[in-house]
């Protein structure tokens, strides 16, 4: 399959497809961002993290379509406040759901599985009452569409970059949240011993909940990306679901550096292969790759170094 | 006598019997052939209930990779009944007559090697169990004896069964692609589609169910079922202990997988066709949730469950087609939040004492409440 190409050819077939594959790596590296959160750090299954992804993508949708009506001298940049409301909302629907749901199942991990499973049923059925079976699409603003010409055979589209950069920007974020500021080590006390964190004053419950509504948000702002590739619909969420699981334990469920690593792998796998053959073959050829590699070495590619 | 016998305590017998009256007696007398056949749909998933029940309630191992197995034992048993059909005699329109509709219409002039097996019945029924099984030791000698489990070996199943699935819509030419193998019609030049045969078909199924049953209360009984037990409380202490862990989980999980593989291939002939929709993530973990709604350590509830779930399924969707994703999701989160043994654990603790306190009032010391001999309920 590679015969066809001359050397040139396939460094420049590379890196268009390697930019091309920017905003799914983009979208997997945030989704696996919360995902990484909930489930590496708090140890709960989030089955329904691909419907808080979608809850903001139909933000997304919704503040477009409202900016468009009302207010278009605002188009241009509505991309940003609809990130920050899809934050929020994805964010404080998970801090509901931890309350009412998640804070009951610590104790039992495969069980939060079954819940969310039946909490993703609810919310795909919520999202098709409301907003109605068929998938919708926004507008882009002007400046995000075209592409910027690298060379003469490489085009690199513009909101993959500003997708990118954003991605780079969060996950910066997010790290310094985790692992140097103060509410940060709260939270991995409490992962790490929640009694003893508790007996040494820390408000365990307060810590879950906005642990849970931070990896929910994120998961909220890879909606927002998810409507520059694809459609949102109400079960788009769960051809991710899969996916970002393996990404997160593919990279090891407790590091973000691995996190990203094995988005990027995984990503850019996938997009690369798919120049060269059809969708589904790639996405089989890939999803094997990392379950082989995980047989091999089932801790991830960066695990850290745990005495269990 | 059976009552004295440690293969059934009394409560059990009890619940077999009954169960028994129900499927063989109750439901066929009462029901119109095509309500009937509705149960016997949903009795193929009781099977996959009935191995979740030993490889998740007992050993602890949750697989969310239940349909890939479904699956491949529906789709061998679809293969030979593809292969029956597609007679020289009745494709004879096609470009290439004697093969499958679906190869025809994807150019494809032979029928590759690996459907060659299903020309012979005995081979499919040994392919049935055969393949699923292998299948399932591959999976499980690959992750047990690296010591993966709980949470990642979820995820790992169900990425599975994800990769099955895109690669079985995606060879349309071998496999029929998104919408399966349809158009299925005998077996042996015997009609499946007649109400007759559909009967008959209930009867053969609800043997099997009850072979099903016995086998595995058999392992659970056995020793082997009290190290599954054992293993999930305390891995490594059965570790230290000298049992080989893993290989104890590889027979639980091929054993479930062998079960599903009968419940799907039953699953063809009384439906008359398999498709990609039922091999997916969405049915797999459906499945886990028929089970965990009967009770994950209960055999019979996971019988109970698939059937009640199912009933309500289609109750509900035929009746109010909005409510029913609100209805299974709520039921699912109500199952785990309040109700971790399911409905068995709702008998047992609810009406099964108020039973015994009527009983023993009209007949005090009964010598037979001594408990049951493995009764496995998770310690609290």
Known sequence: ?308 | MIINSRFFNRSELIGFVSLAVLLFLILPLSLDIFRLNLVAKYLTYAFVGIGLVLCWGYGGILSLGQGVFFGLGGYCMAMFLKLEASSVANTKIQSTPGIPDFMDWNQLTAVPMFWKPFYSFPLTVLAIIIVPGIFAFIIGAAMFKRRVGGVYFAIITQAIAAILTILIVGQQGYTGGINGITDLRTLYGWDIRTDHAKFILYFVEVVLLFGCIIAAQFIRLTKLGRILVAMREQEDRVRFSGYSVANFKIFAFCAAAIFAAVGGAMFTLEVGFMSPSFVGIVPSIEMVIYTAVGGRMSIFGAVYGSLLVNFAKTMLSESFPQLWLFGLGGLFIAVVLAFPSGLSGIWADYVQPRIDRLLSSRKPKAAWTESSVADGAPAE
């Open chain 1, 1 to 308: 399959m590679f015969g066809d190409y001359s050397l040139g050819d396939l460094g420049a077939i590379l890196a268009m497809q390697g930019f091309a594959g920017l905003i799914l790596f983009s979208v997997y590296v945030l989704m696996a961002l919360g995902l990484a959160i909930i489930f590496g750090q708090m140890g709960v299954i989030n089955m329904a993290h691909g419907e808080f992804m979608i809850l903001g993508a139909y933000v997304t949708w919704m503040t477009s379509t409202t900016v468009q009506h009302y207010a278009p001298w605002l188009f241009p940049g509505y991309f940003f406040i609809a990130m920050t409301l899809a934050f929020i909302a994805s964010g404080s629907l998970g801090m509901l759901v931890e309350w009412a749901m998640i804070r009951h199942l610590y104790r039992r991990p495969l069980d939060t599985l079954l819940a969310t499973w039946g909490l993703s049923l609810i919310l795909q059925q919520a999202y098709r009452s409301v907003f109605g079976a068929r998938e919708v699409g926004v507008e882009l603003p002007d400046w995000m569409m075209g592409s910027w010409q690298a060379t003469d055979s490489i085009q690199i589209p513009i909101n993959g970059m500003f997708v990118m950069a954003l991605t780079i920007l969060i996950t910066i974020a997010v790290s310094y949240v985790l692992f140097w500021s103060s509410w940060g080590k709260q939270v991995r006390a409490v992962v790490q011993n929640r009694v003893m964190a508790g007996a040494v004053g820390i408000n365990t419950e307060k810590v879950d909940r906005y642990t849970f509504g931070l990896g929910c948000g994120i998961a909220g702002i890879a909606g927002s990306a998810f409507t520059m590739i694809g459609s949102t619909g109400p079960t788009a969420g769960q051809l991710y679901i899969v996916d970002t699981f393996l990404v997160v334990v593919f990279g090891g469920a407790a590091s973000l550096l691995g996190t990203i690593a094995s988005a990027f792998s995984i990503s850019q796998t996938q997009s690369t292969l798919e120049f060269f053959m059809s969708g589904s073959m790639a996405k089989v050829i890939t999803l094997l790759t990392i379950v082989a590699i995980l047989m091999m070495r089932p801790q991830g590619l960066f695990a850290l170094k745990v005495r269990k």
